[in-house]
């Protein structure tokens, strides 16, 4: 069954700290890996796109890694600012039926 | 640059009552046009895809259809709200291959009541 599941569910920390959110995903074959920012109440704004053959991508302060092998992907935020506060939604690409499955995403608040 | 636009951003319903959103696209030609709902926790559900003007494919059987009576329009409908039928209501687009970038609209709220 092709799945996205994201963790942790949700997580709060400090404003200027760091933090890593995981993505595992089951698809097949494997076309893509997305992610998507949504602040509440908005629709979700692409941050980055990787390839089977691309390990990491960076965006500003978001960097994604991905790992093909083991169906992982994380995004790390970089000194993190309370505008960083959103939903993250991990995405992954199927190629054969030119799909993709959107995780649930983790919902990320930054605290003054 | 090419941009999206969804309305009406909130909208709240009878049970029984008919519904229309709508989305256009500006700034490119062709488009690959999509209808996501979104509830809460949960990820965002494919509804529709359209590849072209009059071609609707819909994923899920549902209350809802969907028409593309233009090339950058795109309407979701219903004729008879469910109260099952309230959620986030995500309009994109994206060009070429559908694996392709997804550019998303603003989002409808809709509550049925």
């Known amino acids: ?112 | 640059s090419q941009t999206i636009h969804q309305w009406p951003a909130t909208l709240v319903q009878p049970v029984g009552s008919p519904l229309s959103l709508e989305c256009t696209v500006e700034g490119t030609s062709n488009p690959n046009l999509y209808w996501y709902r979104q509830a809460a926790g949960r990820g965002l559900q494919l509804l529709f895809y359209s590849v072209g003007i009059g071609q609707i494919s819909s994923e899920v059987p549902q209350n809802l259809s969907a028409s593309r009576p233009q090339d950058r329009q795109f309407i979701l409908s219903s004729k008879k709200l469910l109260l099952s039928d309230s959620g986030f209501y995500l309009c994109a687009w994206s060009g070429g291959q559908y694996t392709g970038e997804l550019f998303f609209g603003e989002g409808s709220r809709l509550t049925v009541l």
């Open chain 1, 1 to 112: 069954k092709n799945q996205v599941e994201q963790s942790p569910q949700s997580l709060i920390i400090l404003e200027g700290k760091n933090c890593t959110l995981q993505c595992n995903y089951t698809v097949s074959p494997f076309s893509n890996l997305r992610w998507y920012k949504q602040d509440t109440g908005r629709g979700p704004v692409s941050l980055t796109i990787m390839t089977f053959s691309e390990n990491t991508k960076s965006n500003g302060r978001y960097t994604a890694t991905l790992d093909a092998d083991t169906k992982q992907s994380s995004l790390h935020i970089t000194a993190s600012q309370l505008s960083d506060s959103a939903s993250y939604i991990c995405v992954a690409g199927y190629s054969s039926a030119s799909k993709i499955i959107f995780g649930s995403g983790t919902r990320l608040s930054i605290r003054p």
